[in-house]
């Protein structure tokens, strides 16, 4: 089938088309719209120092910085032709407020007043925020406790903290790990020395025997073949030294008497806090105290076996021993079935039993073998 050619009133009317939907087509920037000097200048020299200028209040002035501060990072063309429209109607309700309209003067200064508002309660929120946060920093800032912490393989000499901060512990964890990784580094090399050699001896005797001229591949090339692992060896080697240096670390003089001024003030501070705790004030060491043990008056009429007891049955756990002493002492428990636990499921029973019975065996044996080795 042949196609005619088409008409030149046709390709007249395509062309005319295609002219009207380029109009209507948004322009093609070859660089960002923030980029081009005509949107740079006007919106600096006209649009934000218009702004400025013609804003009634210093807060009204404060949001338009404030304003074009955060969307200085619009790229997109449509989202800063939104910007650029809501802009220009601030500066129109401006410069509107500034000739007399009492209407957008009104408006104006309630919107100043919620800017006041809003700042007020964003700062506060900030400072009780900050506030918290140093809370709980001061509770779980390290406190030193005096006494040292001695230099090991993972670690030089360093004051004993409690809490310990988290990058001291990640630390050692992290060289603790490190080593074994090396430490098993090493072994495979050393075996992996050892089957080079067992190839060299296997090639001299293969020639021993065979009586067959080859040419052998680890006999003349040993020092290559070797020579990597030797070098990774020493590699190795170093950061063992470096170790051993670093448990041989001797305490620094200011260490020493950082230790010695904490424990001089861990001594005031309790000092201090007995005679707070004379004067009849209540701390939190004085309730721990009373949780810990009966009331004094209950505490010196008990004798040493109710003092044994009251502090086991002081105890969480609900079996055992503690189970016993607390039956004894009258006490409900929360699970009296418990206990059942320490006799193991009845499908275990079996093998539990002979558990014990071979124990006691072994236990009846080693007692006779003790009787017949005394003298």
Same mark, same amino acid.
Request: charged share 35%; no cysteine; glycine share 4%.
């Given at each position: 089938?042949?196609?005619?050619?088409?008409?030149?009133?046709?390709?007249?009317?395509?062309?005319?088309?295609?002219?009207?939907?380029?109009?209507?087509?948004?322009?093609?920037?070859?660089?960002?719209?923030?980029?081009?000097?005509?949107?740079?200048?006007?919106?600096?020299?006209?649009?934000?120092?218009?702004?400025?200028?013609?804003?009634?209040?210093?807060?009204?002035?404060?949001?338009?910085?404030?304003?074009?501060?955060?969307?200085?990072?619009?790229?997109?063309?449509?989202?800063?032709?939104?910007?650029?429209?809501?802009?220009?109607?601030?500066?129109?309700?401006?410069?509107?407020?500034?000739?007399?309209?009492?209407?957008?003067?009104?408006?104006?200064?309630?919107?100043?007043?919620?800017?006041?508002?809003?700042?007020?309660?964003?700062?506060?929120?900030?400072?009780?925020?900050?506030?918290?946060?140093?809370?709980?920093?001061?509770?779980?800032?390290?406190?030193?406790?005096?006494?040292?912490?001695?230099?090991?393989?993972?670690?030089?000499?360093?004051?004993?903290?409690?809490?310990?901060?988290?990058?001291?512990?990640?630390?050692?964890?992290?060289?603790?790990?490190?080593?074994?990784?090396?430490?098993?580094?090493?072994?495979?090399?050393?075996?992996?020395?050892?089957?080079?050699?067992?190839?060299?001896?296997?090639?001299?005797?293969?020639?021993?025997?065979?009586?067959?001229?080859?040419?052998?591949?680890?006999?003349?090339?040993?020092?290559?073949?070797?020579?990597?692992?030797?070098?990774?060896?020493?590699?190795?080697?170093?950061?063992? /030294?470096?170790?051993?240096? =670093?448990? *041989?670390?001797?305490?620094?003089?200011? %260490?020493?008497? +950082? &230790? !010695?001024?904490? @424990?001089?003030?861990?001594?005031? /501070?309790?000092?201090?806090? =007995?005679? *707070?705790?004379?004067?009849?004030?209540? %701390?939190?060491? +004085? &309730? !721990?105290?009373? @949780?810990?043990?009966?009331?004094?008056?209950?505490?010196?009429?008990?004798?040493?076996?109710?003092?044994?007891?009251?502090?086991?049955?002081?105890?969480?756990?609900?079996?055992?021993?503690?189970?016993?002493?607390?039956?004894?002492?009258?006490?409900?428990?929360?699970?009296?079935?418990?206990?059942?636990?320490?006799?193991?499921?009845?499908?275990?029973?079996?093998?539990?039993?002979?558990?014990?019975?071979?124990?006691?065996?072994?236990?009846?044996?080693?007692?006779?073998?003790?009787?017949?080795?005394?003298?």
């Amino acid at each position: 089938m042949i196609i005619p050619p088409s008409s030149s009133s046709s390709l007249a009317r395509r062309a005319q088309i295609s002219l009207a939907l380029k109009a209507l087509k948004p322009p093609q920037f070859r660089m960002e719209v923030v980029a081009l000097p005509a949107h740079r200048i006007p919106t600096k020299w006209s649009l934000y120092r218009g702004l400025l200028r013609n804003a009634p209040t210093e807060d009204i002035r404060w949001r338009v910085q404030t304003g074009f501060r955060q969307e200085k990072s619009l790229r997109r063309a449509g989202d800063v032709r939104k910007s650029l429209e809501k802009w220009h109607k601030w500066l129109n309700i401006f410069r509107g407020a500034k000739t007399g309209d009492e209407r957008l003067q009104a408006i104006l200064h309630r919107y100043s007043g919620m800017i006041v508002a809003k700042r007020d309660k964003t700062w506060m929120h900030k400072m009780i925020l900050d506030d918290i946060a140093w809370r709980k920093r001061l509770a779980t800032r390290p406190v030193l406790k005096g006494s040292p912490m001695r230099p090991t393989l993972y670690n030089r000499p360093l004051p004993m903290m409690t809490p310990m901060p988290m990058h001291v512990v990640g630390m050692i964890a992290r060289r603790r790990k490190a080593r074994t990784r090396r430490q098993e580094r090493f072994a495979a090399l050393q075996e992996l020395a050892k089957d080079v050699e067992g190839e060299r001896t296997f090639e001299h005797i293969l020639a021993q025997e065979e009586k067959v001229p080859f040419e052998p591949e680890f006999s003349q090339n040993m020092t290559g073949w070797k020579q990597w692992i030797s070098e990774e060896q020493r590699m190795i080697r170093n950061t063992f /030294n470096l170790d051993d240096a =670093r448990a *041989r670390t001797p305490f620094p003089p200011e %260490l020493l008497e +950082t &230790l !010695k001024s904490a @424990r001089r003030a861990k001594v005031e /501070n309790k000092t201090r806090e =007995r005679e *707070r705790e004379r004067s009849g004030e209540v %701390l939190n060491v +004085t &309730l !721990k105290r009373r @949780r810990g043990r009966p009331p004094t008056h209950a505490l010196v009429k008990m004798s040493e076996e109710e003092k044994h007891m009251d502090e086991v049955s002081r105890s969480p756990s609900e079996v055992g021993y503690v189970a016993q002493v607390k039956r004894a002492l009258g006490h409900k428990l929360r699970n009296p079935d418990a206990w059942k636990v320490e006799i193991g499921k009845p499908e275990d029973r079996p093998r539990l039993d002979a558990a014990l019975q071979a124990i006691d065996a072994e236990n009846a044996r080693r007692r006779e073998q003790a009787k017949t080795d005394e003298p």
